[in-house]
């Protein structure tokens, strides 16, 4: 178990390696270390492709989470599921905020995570408050 990081390119697979090891901080902060987290890195291109097929969304986005969780209890066998970065994107939306790459990859490796453990921000406000409330804990804990 663990987290299995993918990516095409050189750049691309430097950038999987260094969120491979916050995802693995996170897992073991979130008492979850045995659990297993594939994480992939594409380019817009194939997240515009991946958003259209799951979403009905035809543009890119930053990050996309395929839950293995179903309904209430544990994750089957520890497997909690796949986040999908675009790179490209997160790159633009860390110059926007004048961020490192790093951190902007970080933040939407959380984000993901936690739609893998349940949260959503979509459902209400409330639902909102405390998915920013965790991400903002889990943010610290990489810092």
Same mark, same amino acid.
């Given at each position: 178990? %663990?987290? /299995?990081?993918?990516?095409? %390119?050189? !750049?691309?697979? $430097? ?5 491979? !090891?916050?995802? =693995? ?14 994480? #992939? #890195? /594409? ?9 259209? =097929?799951?979403?009905? /969304? ?6 996309? &989470?395929?839950?293995? =969780? ?15 970065? &675009?790179?490209?994107?997160?790159? =633009?939306?860390?110059? /926007? ?25 979509? !459902? ?10 965790? $991400? !903002? ?7």
């Amino acid at each position: 178990m %663990g987290v /299995v990081a993918t990516a095409r %390119g050189r !750049r691309a697979a $430097a950038f999987a390696a260094r969120l491979a !090891r916050s995802a =693995r901080r996170l897992l073991h902060g979130l008492r979850l270390a045995d659990a297993e987290l594939s994480l #992939v #890195v /594409v380019s817009d291109r194939k997240m515009r492709a991946l958003n259209r =097929r799951y979403r009905g /969304v035809d543009r890119p986005t930053d990050v996309l &989470s395929f839950s293995q =969780r179903e309904g209430a209890g544990p994750p089957p066998d520890g497997l909690l599921g796949d986040v999908v970065i &675009s790179l490209e994107t997160a790159r =633009r939306q860390a110059a /926007v905020r004048g961020e490192r790459l790093e951190r902007e990859g970080q933040r939407l490796l959380i984000h993901g995570l936690l739609h893998l453990l349940g949260y959503d921000h979509e !459902r209400s406000a409330a639902d909102a408050d405390r998915m920013a409330r965790r $991400a !903002r804990t889990l943010e610290r804990w990489l810092r």
